[in-house]
């Protein structure tokens, strides 16, 4: 295996992060990087945040300088598509026609976003967020942009409104569910985030599908709902979810489902292929069914699991076993969630949210599933630990403030 | 010119010359200073690089926000009275050299 070496295809945080470990790991075959974007390998966080709003200059984006790969024999192919594995001779072909040949192969192919299938959806001034070239696209038009119209109240939504809103335009998102973010957090951290944004003057319709978009020379010019509104719009941001990159992984043969299925260590129904990150489907004991979750912390420690068993630093039966955690950044609120929870969970409320500073637990019976603080570093990080040991905590001391949630944890 | 100097666990120094402004984590991460893995990228989300400020440089720092201090007290090296997050720390202006100790671990 050593001499075929780790092929990663798609040179996104997780993909990074698998070539950057292994050599941590002592790893010492070849590793290659194959990347379909230009450029080095960077973070997708601030592209609706800080580099949506010209406050991040491009450079800082990448997640580590060009010197850093030849200086870790670490082989990146940028602006390469693969198109074709052969799970019987080991080797994955590029666009090119170039063939890789490899001994382990892990997929780190990320996700695209949904699109709106809907009548003017190929307008000019529809655009989604997903690479650096969509957010630096967004950017140059929300200069001029006057009505600014955002599909999807999830997170992406709702940071592009935040940076929409303070450049000056006038906003207004549009969600087909009865409320922000539900697939993520408890009623009342999506209600205060929304209430936040209002009082700056953007406008929510919820339980509102978009029919159709209306042009104007070739531009987009206004969406209209379902429920028969017409609102204008010059620049309309798709923020409607994303799909997992998954056609390389069925064209080989591999189990697919809505994300590549693995098992409990990362590996896919063929042990010469791991997958990770965005487009990874697999067991998790906090949930009844295997589980699929898009940010930065699964893609990081999914690949340095991957690469320990790469590297022979970890048992082959090593189970990925990472407590999920999230983060947005909205305005003056930081959103830090520790924990997965499922949409009927409770909600304890921790603090005064009219303070912007508190946290809200979720509980599914008298276990704690979640945590999701606002402005509140320090009962994240608490509720990390509390999650990850599985400490036992009741609702009476969820909403103890005269009690740090730290001194719950075991101590270390 | 003004330089931030690193120095890993092992006592390997590094300095690294720098403008005014410069964060601790942009300037390891730009130069593969190994030991600050800043998984979020300078949010103050992760703590994740985290560092202890040698004793000369620290006065030379302006304080601690609310939030890098709460990030801290769950840093995995555990924290010190020296104990900061290379992202919310800048080279100052008019400042020749800030001296950082990397921990053993970060995660």
Same mark, same amino acid.
């Given at each position: 295996?050593?001499?075929? &070496?780790?092929?990663? !295809?798609?040179?996104?945080?997780?993909?990074?992060?698998?070539?950057?470990?292994?050599?941590?790991?002592?790893?010492?075959?070849?590793? !290659?990087?194959?990347?379909?974007?230009?450029?080095?390998?960077?973070?997708?966080?601030?592209?609706?945040?800080?580099?949506?709003?010209?406050?991040?200059?491009?450079?800082?984006?990448?997640?580590?300088?060009?010197?850093?790969?030849?200086?870790?024999?670490?082989?990146?192919?940028?602006?390469?598509?693969?198109? *074709?594995?052969?799970? %019987?001779?080991?080797?994955?072909?590029?666009?090119?026609? =170039?063939?890789?040949?490899?001994?382990?192969?892990?997929?780190?192919?990320?996700?695209?976003?949904?699109?709106?299938?809907?009548?003017? %959806?190929?307008?000019?001034?529809?655009?989604?967020?997903?690479?650096?070239?969509?957010?630096?696209?967004? *950017? %140059?038009?929300?200069?001029?942009?006057? *009505?600014?119209?955002?599909?999807?109240?999830?997170?992406?939504?709702?940071?592009?409104?935040?940076?929409?809103? %303070?450049?000056?335009?006038?906003?207004?998102?549009?969600? /087909?569910?009865?409320?922000?973010?539900?697939?993520?957090?408890?009623?009342?951290?999506?209600?205060?985030?929304?209430?936040?944004?209002?009082?700056?003057?953007?406008?929510?319709?919820?339980?509102?599908?978009?029919?159709?978009?209306?042009?104007?020379?070739?531009?987009?010019?206004?969406?209209?709902?379902?429920? &028969?509104?017409?609102?204008?719009?010059?620049?309309?941001?798709?923020?409607?979810?994303?799909?997992?990159?998954?056609?390389?992984?069925? &064209?080989?043969?591999?189990?697919?489902?809505?994300?590549?299925?693995?098992?409990?260590?990362?590996?896919?129904?063929?042990?010469?292929?791991?997958?990770?990150?965005?487009?990874?489907?697999?067991?998790?004991?906090?949930?009844?069914?295997?589980? =699929?979750?898009?940010?930065?912390?699964?893609?990081?420690?999914?690949?340095?699991?991957?690469?320990?068993?790469?590297?022979?630093?970890?048992?082959?039966?090593?189970?990925?076993?990472?407590?999920?955690?999230?983060?947005?950044?909205?305005?003056?609120?930081?959103?830090?969630?520790?924990?997965?929870?499922?949409?009927?969970?409770?909600?304890?409320?921790?603090?005064?949210?009219?303070? &912007?500073? /508190?946290?809200?637990?979720? /509980?599914?019976?008298?276990?704690?599933?979640?945590?999701?603080?606002?402005?509140?570093?320090?009962?994240?990080?608490?509720?990390?630990?509390?999650?990850?040991?599985?400490?036992?905590?009741?609702?009476?001391?969820?909403?103890?403030?005269?009690?740090?949630?730290?001194?719950?944890?075991?101590?270390? | 010119?003004?330089?931030?100097?690193?120095?890993? +666990?092992?006592?390997?120094?590094?300095?690294? +010359?720098?403008?005014?402004?410069?964060?601790?984590?942009?300037?390891?991460?730009?130069?593969?200073?190994?030991?600050?893995?800043?998984?979020?990228?300078?949010?103050?989300?992760?703590?994740?690089?985290?560092?202890?400020?040698?004793?000369?440089?620290?006065?030379?720092? +302006? +304080?601690?926000?609310?939030?890098?201090?709460?990030?801290?007290?769950?840093?995995?090296?555990?924290?010190?009275?020296?104990?900061?997050?290379?992202?919310?720390?800048?080279?100052?202006?008019?400042?020749?050299?800030?001296?950082?100790?990397?921990?053993?671990?970060?995660?």
């Amino acid at each position: 295996m050593n001499q075929a &070496g780790v092929v990663i !295809v798609g040179s996104g945080q997780g993909g990074y992060q698998v070539a950057a470990s292994l050599r941590d790991d002592g790893y010492q075959g070849p590793v !290659v990087l194959v990347g379909e974007e230009p450029g080095l390998p960077y973070q997708r966080p601030p592209l609706s945040k800080g580099f949506l709003a010209g406050k991040t200059p491009v450079e800082e984006l990448a997640l580590r300088p060009e010197s850093f790969y030849p200086g870790r024999d670490i082989a990146l192919l940028s602006s390469q598509r693969v198109m *074709h594995i052969d799970r %019987a001779t080991r080797r994955v072909a590029l666009a090119g026609g =170039r063939e890789l040949p490899y001994g382990h192969l892990v997929l780190a192919t990320g996700t695209r976003p949904r699109l709106l299938l809907v009548p003017g %959806a190929e307008l000019d001034n529809v655009v989604p967020l997903r690479s650096c070239a969509d957010a630096q696209a967004i *950017h %140059a038009r929300l200069q001029t942009a006057r *009505h600014v119209v955002v599909i999807g109240a999830g997170f992406i939504g709702l940071e592009v409104a935040v940076v929409a809103r %303070a450049m000056g335009c006038e906003v207004h998102v549009i969600e /087909f569910a009865d409320r922000a973010l539900k697939r993520a957090v408890s009623k009342e951290v999506g209600g205060f985030l929304v209430e936040a944004q209002a009082q700056r003057g953007v406008v929510f319709s919820f339980s509102t599908g978009v029919a159709s978009l209306a042009g104007d020379g070739g531009k987009v010019a206004a969406v209209l709902t379902y429920t &028969g509104r017409t609102i204008p719009a010059d620049l309309v941001v798709i923020g409607v979810g994303v799909e997992p990159n998954i056609e390389l992984a069925r &064209g080989a043969g591999l189990a697919v489902d809505d994300g590549i299925v693995v098992n409990a260590q990362l590996l896919t129904s063929d042990p010469a292929i791991s997958a990770i990150g965005d487009c990874a489907r697999f067991p998790a004991d906090y949930s009844p069914v295997p589980v =699929r979750l898009e940010s930065v912390q699964n893609a990081v420690d999914q690949a340095r699991c991957v690469s320990a068993r790469l590297a022979g630093k970890s048992a082959p039966d090593t189970r990925y076993d990472k407590l999920p955690w999230f983060w947005s950044d909205q305005g003056e609120y930081r959103l830090q969630i520790a924990g997965v929870s499922a949409a009927d969970d409770d909600a304890v409320v921790r603090g005064d949210m009219s303070q &912007g500073k /508190f946290s809200v637990l979720r /509980f599914r019976g008298e276990r704690l599933t979640a945590v999701e603080s606002i402005n509140s570093a320090a009962d994240h990080m608490a509720a990390r630990k509390l999650l990850a040991e599985g400490t036992s905590v009741s609702r009476s001391q969820a909403a103890d403030v005269s009690q740090k949630l730290a001194a719950l944890a075991r101590p270390s | 010119m003004p330089q931030i100097t690193y120095v890993q +666990p092992d006592g390997e120094r590094r300095s690294i +010359p720098v403008a005014p402004g410069a964060t601790v984590m942009l300037t390891a991460v730009a130069n593969n200073v190994p030991g600050i893995v800043a998984e979020c990228g300078g949010a103050a989300m992760c703590a994740t690089c985290h560092v202890y400020v040698d004793e000369q440089s620290q006065a030379l720092l +302006p +304080p601690v926000s609310e939030v890098e201090n709460e990030m801290l007290e769950s840093a995995a090296s555990g924290r010190r009275e020296n104990s900061r997050l290379g992202c919310q720390i800048a080279m100052p202006d008019g400042v020749e050299e800030i001296v950082v100790h990397i921990p053993s671990t970060q995660n």
